[in-house]
């Protein structure tokens, strides 16, 4: 099985040394391949998975985020909003590497993730809401990017978008020309007086959320991509955390960057 995607070649030979160890994929009809001696294999020890299996978990972990979003809004108060924003950032990044990286899917880690970006999802739209007085952004954030991303769904569907080798490539180096720039503003932020103006409210930082939003939106075709080529390949049931966990990545930078967006333009008024 060949792929153009590190990610899901990195997975296929996960799920290579599984089949080695008991997995036999089903033929035709769900029928047991033959052996060579003509009997059938035997029963399958690892299921493979299916789109449904990635919708349930995807689903999942929504709902993790949600209602933990929605408990550290209620639970944390006003005054340590900033310190929890950060520490749930900090914690949820190093998850996020971790999980990336890693050679196995671990259902815990991404729940662990889900349940540390609902911390963080609460904080900042609590930030937004309550703390900066913007009224009923965060609905409005929620509402754009579950559009953005039902559209995204569709345009994938209908095959109007697709993961070509050239689209991967151009999308992953747009990421990291992103992150890198987030990055570096970081630093000179906590470093040195310097102003970018990517996140001071400004003509440049309304770009850079339009930018960021559409890249974060692309993102998701990328996700799509990897569930169908996973399915194909066969690979276990358990590597639909690997594809949800993706897809949450997406809509959390999604939402993160609508929100940002949105009290750009309400600052304005």
Partial sequence: M??????????????????????????????????????????PTVQPMSIDDVVV??????????LTAAAAWVLVPDALVGAAW????????????????????NPALVVAY??????????????FQEIAGYQGIVLQAVIASFGIFFLMTALYKFRVIRATPKFVRGLLAAMVGVFAVMLINFVLTLTTDIDTGIRSGGPVAIGFSLICIVIASLSFVLSFHEVEEGVRMGLPQRYAWSAAFGILVSLVWLYIEVLRLLSYLQGDD
């Fill in 2 to 43: 060949k792929t153009s995607n590190p990610v899901l070649a990195r997975l296929g030979q996960a799920a290579e040394r599984e089949r080695a160890a008991g997995y036999a994929p089903a033929g035709a009809y769900g029928q047991p391949y033959p052996t060579a001696a003509g009997y059938p294999a035997a029963p």
């Fill in 114 to 127: 889900a349940v540390v970006e609902g911390v963080f999802v609460g904080m900042v739209s609590k930030f």
């Fill in 86 to 105: 950060i520490g749930a950032a900090v914690v949820g990044l190093v998850l996020g590497l971790v999980i990336s990286f890693m050679r196995v899917a």
């Fill in 57 to 66: 978990k995807t689903v999942m972990l929504l709902g993790i985020t949600g």
